[in-house]
């Protein structure tokens, strides 16, 4: 049995009510057609390991802080991780964000086995969802099962944030139809405590600079839940792109978070921490400890993974052996490989929980919001966590 993680609890008998109960709560898509997303079951993680997570992440955004000033405006480094030029412009002329709040709400993902050992996997700084299940669902759950829950600070945390970047829209693709983005924009805004309109990203156009909704107001200042490199890819994303350059829009989080959303910085903080430049002496041990080696390249003598330097949700990720023969990849996720760069990265861990939905590999996110490691989300599945893995709450013993 692992020393770190341990599951708690059984599934209530009566699904049924407590998923009404959550919906009541805001979390709408606790059952995904006949699937069950939500495992109804708390899994305890050791207090010892909790605090190094919370130390690793605090170092982990500074470092990655630090990082993305260093490759801004050089255009070298942009290229070498991937941003795609439609944005350069954009992200050279902005204001920089205040150090440590580049992304104002972003989370880690962490690859954390049954002996403890911390390994950062990547960093979403744009549009990272779960928050519904780790800022409403796990307190639920926990206070239910006796554990405490640090993610209780994250609505309060949002408000701080949302108090200061002042969002007059909340928006995703295909509000009110989405279950899941929709309902993570909605209960931003009701944490927020604001008047936020709440819009479907396709019902906006830019009219002479000026974005607009389908009621013809004009929005100043929008959260999208909305990846900022797809301004490279979709209609109409160059026009948002002019409105934001120009200053007719401010998009929260800043579009400076594309240069921590890429996974190809973290081949700039391995590049740069095997030169010694750059980075402190405890910076350096927290690389050390925490930070996998990442390349451009496939330079692995053991096992490695490659993915898009804008993957989501597992797409794009493929899993090979230590003889460098491909193993496994995911099948359900969108492969963004085809539009941006590839990243490869050392092998890591994750560990194996018994769930009542099997035996499943547990993937550990840490939310950032305004600047502080402040809640957990558990993610169970294969040894690829895409969209078709499972949610299970994560609290502290």
């Known amino acids: 049995m692992s020393s770190v993680f341990e599951v708690l609890s059984e599934p209530h008998p009566d699904r049924a009510s407590r998923t009404e109960e959550l919906k009541n709560l805001g979390f709408t898509w606790a059952d995904i057609g006949a699937e069950r997303y939500w495992i109804d079951q708390v899994v305890a993680m050791n207090n010892e390991v909790y605090k190094e997570l919370e130390y690793a992440s605090s170092m982990l955004w500074n470092i990655l802080d630090r990082t993305a000033r260093y490759i801004h405006r ?31 709400y972003a989370r880690f993902d962490y690859a954390i086995d049954n002996e403890g050992s911390i390994k950062l996997l990547e960093l979403n700084s744009d549009t990272p969802t779960g928050y519904v299940e780790a800022s409403i669902v796990t307190p639920w759950i926990c206070q239910q099962s006796g554990l405490s829950s640090p993610n209780l600070a994250m609505r309060d945390l949002v408000a701080e944030a949302w108090a200061v970047e002042k969002p007059d829209t909340a928006a995703c693709v295909a509000y009110g139809e989405h279950l899941e ?9 009701r944490h927020s405590g604001l008047d936020v309109k709440c819009r479907d990203v396709l019902e906006l156009y830019v009219d002479e600079g000026i974005l607009r909704d389908s009621e013809d107001r004009q929005i100043q200042r929008m959260f999208a839940l909305y990846p900022k490199e797809w301004m490279a890819v979709d209609d109409g994303g160059d026009a948002l792109a002019y409105s934001v350059e120009t200053g007719n829009v401010a998009l929260i989080n800043s579009p400076h978070s594309i240069l921590l959303q ?48 804008f993957g989501r949700e597992g797409g794009s990720v493929r899993l090979f052996d230590a003889t460098g023969t491909l193993e496994i990849e995911d099948q359900d996720g969108f492969d963004t490989s085809v539009l941006f760069p590839t990243v490869y990265q050392k092998r890591a861990e994750l560990a194996r929980i018994g769930t009542s939905e099997g035996d499943l590999h547990l993937l550990t996110g840490m939310f950032v919001i305004n600047g502080k490691p402040c809640g957990m989300l558990g993610r169970v599945g294969g040894p690829i966590t895409g969209n078709t893995s499972h949610f299970i709450a994560i609290g502290v013993r």
């Open 181 to 189: 983005d929709s309902g993570t924009i909605e209960a931003l805004v």
């Open 74 to 104: 050089n255009h070298g480094l942009y290229e070498l991780v991937g941003i795609p030029p439609i944005l350069w412009n954009m992200i050279d002329d902005l204001p920089m964000p205040e150090e440590g709040l580049i992304s104002r």
């Open 262 to 309: 890429s996974k190809g910085l973290l081949a700039v903080v391995w590049g740069l921490y095997e030169l010694g430049q750059l980075f402190s002496n405890e910076e350096r041990e927290a690389i050390g400890r925490y930070v996998l080696p990442t390349y451009n390249k496939p330079v692995f003598e053991g096992s490695f993974v490659s993915k898009s330097m």
